[in-house]
């Protein structure tokens, strides 16, 4: 084992930063971190963010070096982990690309639709160079990516770099809490199939026991997302469907209702965020804060730490854990390409992430579905990849939630405008 463990988180101004620091400090004796680079783009949110996390550590008595800096290569040099959660064009962006989109009569949201596509166009050109940095500086380390779309990132950067590297959301985890919680099953087994933001549970084993027709019997919902206004799926839709959807497909399967919603709400989700974000930056200033604030857990990212260092753990300490994760197929779903990004559970050791094969699968509803918006996102990351305009057409025209080509041809047009000084393969 190295005796060296140096993790760097890129976007440590991300007011969640917090939030991983908790995960390390209750793991500090399986993870002896000697050293946490702290890297941001913004000056001041690295200060306050990153002052915080040092004082956390202090406090916990954790013998590790931490240093704030705004190079890249400095954090990434000698790495043994690299865990990124950037949002290029910061909280601004996010909120034209939720804006923009309502003016055509599209939903605009962080990860799904037009707005999820150019988040997608403006981060993979980013986290391309960082692999690049990667594999001068610290060609060993693995890449663990929680920055949004992050399975379209999966499938631009384990297709188009060859880097190690795993992506992840905390989606899964809060469905298996809340679904074992709701039926009392602790210990239960659960199938997890899926595109990130687009995922179904399949299976509910315990005791050789198949619980899956007992929750679509109760039309069993898992815990929404608290960074999605939620109605909840009925009954005879979870019935119909043959399996427990994931929050996000309430974009897809109530797309009226959900547009209805955004076009009356006074604030975005990004501008919302924009609202928490300084009050908690305002909190974190408070030099004899050393522990992450109760406000934190408003935002959409709750759990992130346990998911993140728990993945971190895992590989370090090579503990064959089983953790859904986003990475290619590899022959892990018959009906998917071995080289589409799929969200999956995968055993995880010092070797990576192998993922566990599902067999037998016959829900066609969720095959379409998942073949359907994984052609999207294949010729989304063409695009990003290329500056190609007509693979951004192609994409948009597969993606459930754009599909009209006028529609999308203007809006592609006024938001590739408004986000130009993020967008360089568009010159």
């Known amino acids: 084992m190295n005796s060296k463990l140096k993790i760097a988180i890129i976007g440590s101004g991300s007011t969640y930063t917090p939030e991983l620091i908790e995960g390390m400090i209750k793991r500090k004796d399986s993870l002896p971190i000697?050293?946490?680079?702290?890297?941001?783009?913004?000056?001041?949110?690295?200060?306050?963010?990153?002052?915080?996390?040092?004082?956390?550590?202090?406090?916990?008595?954790?013998?590790?070096?931490?240093?704030?800096?705004?190079?890249?290569?400095?954090?990434?040099?000698?790495?043994?982990?690299?865990?990124?959660?950037?949002?290029?064009?910061?909280?601004?962006?996010?909120?034209?690309?939720?804006?923009?989109?309502?003016?055509?009569?599209?939903?605009?949201?962080?990860?799904?639709?037009?707005?999820?596509?150019?988040?997608?166009?403006?981060?993979?050109?980013?986290?391309?160079?960082?692999?690049?940095?990667?594999?001068?500086?610290?060609?060993?380390?693995?890449?663990?990516?929680?920055?949004?779309?992050?399975?379209?990132?999966?499938e631009a950067m384990l297709n188009h770099s060859d880097i190690k590297m795993l992506g992840l959301c905390n989606v899964p985890y809060n469905m298996y809490k809340s679904i074992r919680s709701s039926l009392e099953l602790p210990n239960a087994e659960l199938t997890y199939v899926g595109l990130n933001h687009l995922s179904w549970i399949t299976a509910i084993e315990q005791d050789g026991k198949d619980y899956l027709k007992t929750a679509l019997e109760m039309g069993l919902n898992s815990e929404t997302m608290k960074n999605i206004p939620s109605s909840g799926f009925s009954q005879e839709l979870i019935r119909m469907v043959g399996a427990i959807p994931s929050s996000y497909l309430e974009y897809y399967y109530f797309k009226e209702k959900k547009l209805k919603l955004l076009m009356e709400s006074e604030q975005t989700r990004g501008e919302k965020c924009m609202d928490i974000e300084e009050e908690l930056l305002k909190i974190y200033e408070d030099s004899a804060l050393h522990t992450k604030p109760e406000l934190l857990s408003s935002r959409g990212g709750a759990n992130y730490s346990e998911v993140a260092i728990s993945l971190v753990d895992s590989i370090y300490n090579d503990k064959q854990e089983v953790h859904v994760v986003n990475l290619l197929n590899q022959g892990a779903l018959e009906f998917m390409e071995d080289t589409d990004a799929v969200e999956v559970s995968a055993v995880i050791g010092k070797d990576g992430a192998k993922p566990v094969p599902v067999r037998g699968f016959h829900n066609d509803h969720i095959i379409d579905y998942m073949r359907m918006v994984k052609a999207y996102e294949r010729e989304?990351?063409?695009?990003?990849?290329?500056?190609?305009?007509?693979?951004?057409?192609?994409?948009?025209?597969?993606?459930?939630?754009?599909?009209?080509?006028?529609?999308?041809?203007?809006?592609?047009?006024?938001?590739?405008?408004?986000?130009?000084?993020?967008?360089?393969?568009?010159?």
């Open 380 to 427: 989304t990351v063409a695009a990003a990849v290329s500056g190609s305009e007509d693979a951004a057409m192609r994409a948009l025209l597969m993606n459930p939630l754009v599909g009209d080509y006028n529609t999308a041809h203007a809006c592609f047009q006024e938001m590739k405008e408004a986000h130009r000084e993020f967008l360089p393969q568009f010159k």
């Open 34 to 154: 000697t050293e946490l680079v702290l890297m941001d783009i913004d000056e001041r949110k690295l200060t306050i963010v990153g002052s915080l996390c040092q004082r956390m550590i202090e406090a916990a008595g954790m013998p590790c070096r931490v240093t704030l800096t705004q190079e890249l290569d400095e954090a990434l040099t000698d790495a043994s982990f690299v865990l990124a959660q950037i949002r290029v064009g910061k909280l601004p962006a996010r909120v034209k690309d939720e804006k923009i989109p309502l003016k055509y009569g599209l939903i605009g949201q962080e990860t799904c639709g037009i707005g999820g596509f150019f988040k997608a166009m403006r981060t993979i050109p980013v986290m391309l160079e960082i692999a690049a940095r990667m594999k001068q500086l610290c060609p060993d380390a693995w890449l663990i990516n929680f920055s949004n779309p992050s399975g379209i990132l999966t």
